[in-house]
């Protein structure tokens, strides 16, 4: 829960109304998504993956937004796709 409320106050601050209300209707679905990062990834790691995310949405500067984000995505796509395999 906690989790849903910080990515979607990240949403909310970028005043893209379309995009909060895809946001939440994606309700359930986000909550499955989210336990299945947690039993890929360990939380710690998790964790350590927002706060450069956030520094560089603090900043502004579009390029670094868009490179950590992509560096978020990626980091969290390999540790599923490692999940996946062994699965």
Same mark, same amino acid.
């Given at each position: 829960?906690?989790?849903?409320?910080?990515?979607? &106050? #990240?949403?909310?601050?970028?005043?893209? +109304?379309?995009? @909060?209300?895809?946001?939440?209707? /994606?309700?359930?679905? !986000?909550? &499955? #998504?989210?336990?299945?990062?947690?039993? +890929?990834?360990? @939380?710690?790691?998790?964790?350590? /993956?927002?706060?450069? !995310?956030?520094?560089?949405?603090?900043?502004?500067?579009?390029?670094?937004?868009?490179?950590?984000?992509?560096?978020?995505?990626?980091? !969290?796509?390999?540790?599923?796709?490692?999940?996946?395999?062994?699965?």
């Amino acid at each position: 829960e906690a989790d849903n409320t910080f990515h979607r &106050i #990240i949403i909310e601050s970028c005043s893209n +109304s379309q995009m @909060l209300a895809i946001w939440d209707s /994606l309700g359930i679905q !986000l909550q &499955i #998504i989210a336990t299945l990062g947690e039993t +890929s990834m360990p @939380l710690q790691k998790i964790y350590d /993956l927002h706060p450069p !995310l956030i520094d560089s949405l603090d900043s502004y500067k579009r390029e670094d937004i868009n490179r950590d984000l992509r560096k978020h995505y990626s980091t !969290l796509k390999k540790y599923w796709i490692r999940s996946n395999n062994n699965a």
